[in-house]
């Protein structure tokens, strides 16, 4: 198949993209520069010059290809709620090419969706289209689409990594070589779930290829790692001390990162892997830290 990638020079788009041309497919890569379009060639990919916000771009893409996988997205979380709209309206606006045809669109979310009862592990079933998490604009686009027919379904996505980069974990890690302390908020019991880059491109391509239409998967490979084992693994690779933080003061250490610090973010991924034929093989989220490229 052909497929519109957005997101294609991206941490984890990049490395779908490898896994969709070693699959056999192939890819038409989003991009916003000219470095960017010259990397995809690099890589084999063509380069489609576009944005997430120029939706007729996104639109012209999709209009080319036999199915889209969009892994586009703005991380800068000071504007979360304002990415999230911005990514409703992307993912609406890919929909609406493929609609009337069963050409396959996997769109981005988080296994928080799937977060039913606090300190339960999220499940593909579970979706609350009132979920006060604002990533829940992307999984409303996506219902919108298939009550209108559109082949869709939801990648939602743990912490991904690899030794360069580990999801939020990266920004912790940031965090304990500015303030020399990696920390965690005392009494809490928390567990975070994480999936290995490689692990997560391979799942983007079976769900493109053997998905079912209105299906949610969960790119988990560990289901729940202790957040205070994430804590000293950071501070013993970076030779600094590991140290407990009260919750009063959480906020003031760990400023935006402390409503994802003291929450459990635990996912299951039983029915992915049932679903899908799915079988993780490759490092651990804690095995990745011992051994960070900049550490």
């Not at 933080?245 to 250490?253: F, G, M, S």
């Not at 990162?257 to 299951?268: E, G, Q, R, W």
Request: some cysteine; charged content about 20%.
């Amino acid at each position: 198949m052909r497929i519109f990638l957005t997101g294609s020079t991206g941490f984890i788009g990049s490395q779908v993209a490898l896994e969709l041309i070693g699959s056999g497919h192939q890819v038409l890569g989003m991009t916003r520069s000219e470095s960017g379009a010259r990397a995809l060639a690099e890589m084999g990919v063509q380069a489609h010059q576009g944005d997430v916000e120029d939706l007729q771009s996104l639109q012209r893409g999709a209009a080319e290809c036999d199915a889209v996988i969009h892994t586009a997205f703005d991380h800068n979380f000071a504007n979360f709620a304002e990415n999230c709209q911005k990514d409703q309206r992307a993912i609406i606006a890919l929909g609406s090419v493929l609609e009337g045809s069963n050409r396959p669109l996997v769109i981005t979310s988080s296994t928080a969706m799937g977060s039913a009862v606090p300190g339960q592990k999220a499940i593909e079933d579970f979706f609350n289209p009132e979920h006060l998490n604002p990533r829940v604009a992307s999984e409303l686009a996506g219902l919108e689409l298939s009550q209108r027919g559109v082949n869709v379904s939801v990648m939602r996505l743990s912490q991904i990594h690899d030794t360069r980069k580990q999801g939020l974990v990266t920004d912790l890690v940031e965090l304990a070589r500015k303030t020399g302390v990696s920390a965690y908020i005392e009494g809490t019991f928390n567990n975070w779930s994480a999936t290995h880059i490689k692990d997560t491109a391979r799942l983007f391509c079976l769900a493109l290829e053997k998905g079912e239409p209105g299906s949610r998967y969960h790119a988990t490979a560990e289901e729940a790692i202790s957040f205070k084992s994430i804590a000293q693994t950071i501070a013993q690779t970076l030779g600094v001390p590991v140290g407990a933080v009260r919750a009063e003061e959480a906020l003031a250490h760990f400023g935006w990162l402390t409503p994802f610090v003291s929450k459990d973010m635990s996912a299951s991924s039983a029915k992915t892997r049932e679903w899908l034929n799915w079988s993780p093989e490759s490092p651990t989220l804690l095995a990745d830290l011992k051994n960070m490229v900049h550490a």
